[in-house]
């Protein structure tokens, strides 16, 4: 019954229900940048590059077996996977960015003391050396 109640104790704690929202939200995160890639970048890339189909790209290497069926690198998927890589790391790089901006805004310093306030701090020290 003990193993029971530590894993209740272990599964409420806050870190692991941040990180299961964390994980969710990635979740969704995830397909919103997929299709960033896939359905805006993407078309624009192949727009730029002569409408050459990056994932398409692949090397056959011939096979002298019975079968006679090619080898097939497909290389292209390797460097679609790079790319969507990067992109998805720039996204979150960006929203990573966003969100420590808005907690910079909530996080503003005290205001400055007034030139009579310094004035009166100099004064009470003084007061006080006496």
Known sequence: MSLLKEFKAFAVRGNVLDMAIGVIIGGAF???VNSLVKDVIMPLLGT????INISALEVKIPVSSATGEPILIKY?????NIIDFLIIVFC??????????FRKKEEKAPP???AQEV???????L????
Do not use: A, H, M, W
């Open 112 to 114: 400055k003391p007034t």
């Open 127 to 130: 007061l006080k050396n006496r």
């Open 76 to 80: 292209g998927l390797f460097l679609q």
């Open 92 to 101: 979150i790089f960006i929203f990573v960015k966003l969100i420590n901006n």
């Open 30 to 32: 995830s397909k919103i």
């Open 48 to 51: 730029v590059t002569g409408k």
């Open 119 to 125: 004035l009166l701090t100099e004064i009470r020290d």
